[in-house]
Structure formats: structure tokens, C-alpha cells
């Protein structure tokens, strides 16, 4: 099994929603990062939301503020975003992410990438 194995990407229509999963099969007992990333072609990889696991804060990136949600299960190894109101803007190949020596949320240099879900969504 891959370090990171992403789930839950497919299409919807503008304003629907979709829940991406990301379980870690192998990770630090604390003080790591756990984000998601997305890309489209031609263009460079962008962090959408990260989790510091040490205090639980959390970063989104502006543009899905108000309508993205990270959280983690901790029990099952399992970091979740949910995707709301779902724009033209958000079709991208999603990445889950892993920082095993973060700082903080917004200061992550991933030494793990999972292998990536489409995300489609269509007005």
C-alpha cells in the first residue's frame, strides 16, 4: 500500500459537493503535516488546506475559504476534505500531502504525495 492513497474525486455539477479522502499508512506519532494540493495542466501545484497535527491549526487557501472543510480521524489514519459549493474554478487533480517536520500549516514542504483523484465539476 502507497504511503498516501487518495479517494472520492469524480465529477459535479457547479454548486454540488464531494468529500476527498486520504489515508496514511505510515506517519509520525506527532507533529506532522497533512495537506491537500491540487493542479491543473500547465500550471503549478497550489495548496488548497494543510492541518498541523501538534495544535490542530489549520490553513486554507483563499479561494476555498468558507466552503472547504479539512478534518482528521485520527483512528483511522484518515484525512478528509469536504468540498462545498463547488465552483468552475476548482477542477483540478487533488494531492494529498504529508510533512512529517512542519511547523506550521502554512509553512509545509511535503516529503509525501499521494498518487492523486480528479476532481470535475461542470456548470
Known amino acids: 500500500q502507497p504511503p498516501l492513497l487518495e479517494s472520492g474525486g469524480g465529477s459535479v455539477q457547479s454548486g454540488g459537493s464531494l468529500r476527498l479522502s486520504c489515508v496514511a499508512s505510515?506517519?509520525?506519532?506527532?507533529?506532522?503535516?497533512m495537506a491537500w494540493f491540487r493542479q491543473v495542466p500547465g500550471k503549478e501545484r497550489d495548496g488548497v488546506a494543510a492541518i498541523y497535527t501538534t495544535d490542530a491549526s489549520t490553513y486554507y487557501a483563499d479561494s476555498v475559504k468558507g466552503r472547504f472543510t479539512l478534518s482528521l480521524d485520527n483512528a483511522k489514519d484518515t484525512l478528509y476534505l469536504q468540498m462545498n459549493n463547488l465552483k468552475p474554478d476548482d477542477p483540478a487533480i487533488y494531492y494529498c500531502a504529508y510533512d512529517r517536520a512542519c511547523l506550521a500549516p502554512n509553512v509545509l514542504i511535503p516529503d509525501k504525495w499521494g498518487q492523486g483523484t480528479q476532481v470535475t465539476v461542470s456548470s
Open positions: 505510515e506517519y509520525a506519532d506527532s507533529g506532522y503535516c
